[in-house]
């Protein structure tokens, strides 16, 4: 490979290399256990409710880690620009920005598409179609165009957002197993969600080794309403306790960048 590309190529090996440590981080919350248990009586039916309340949110380090990958992977899409802006005796700047269009009409536009003036004057033909195989638009690559706006919506909002949805429980001790799923089990507030209701002087007294939990913890998507109605497929997915991966950021844009440094290297 090509010195002018190393910055791009570390760029990666760098995001790629967070992927674990931010999983850690989701299994490291996990395992504070979140919510913790109480018993209040229901002054409508006098029945005792048994409440999960989250106790401990979200860390925030998880989200600008996330961010951070994201953000490492969009510049090293920028870097590769700036190198082949370079090959091209053309001094890097705001207009050598790695081009990701909002749609295809948008990148094959003769004015500001990439076989535009403004394109050709700093991108050889052979690297124009390097970029045009990536598709990187709306509604081509699937990742690509997500990246680039979920690094510009990083910068306003807060991309990860996660609540530990108790889906159903079991109650163990005072010779029963009560099995509770996701019709008993309701949510009252963010923070507190109703378990199960007993009777009136049921001496059942709820803590962590009687009272089990099956969790869902939901990553927010977001969206993007400023710009269109569709929604940003998320660099991560739905996280289930069960699985080891809790915060998976796609590798496929990986693999797209590390397609492209190829491809460019040898023009």
Known sequence: MRDDLL????????A???LPLVQQGFTAWQNTRPYDFTVEDDPKTGNKLVLAIERTPLPLILNVQAVAVIHFLRSSLDLIAAA?????????????HFPIYRDAAAASHPDRGLDSAKCKQWLSDSERAAMKALMP?????????PMSELDILSKHERLVRAA????GSMLLGHARM????MRTVRRRTDKETILA?????D???PHHGNTLLAIDIAIDEARSEQRDSRSIAPPVRRANPRNSEHLQLKRRPVEAYQHLVLATSKG
């Open 203 to 205: 001496p059942f007294t």
């Open 7 to 14: 910055d791009a190529e570390a760029s990666i090996d760098w």
């Open 197 to 201: 209701e007993l009777p009136p002087g």
């Open 164 to 167: 530990v949805n108790p889906m």
């Open 178 to 181: 009560a099995v509770t799923g």
């Open 84 to 96: 082949l802006a370079k090959r091209n005796g053309v001094v890097p700047g705001r207009n050598t």
């Open 137 to 145: 638009y709306g509604g081509g690559d699937p990742d690509i165009w």
């Open 16 to 18: 790629v290399a967070q």
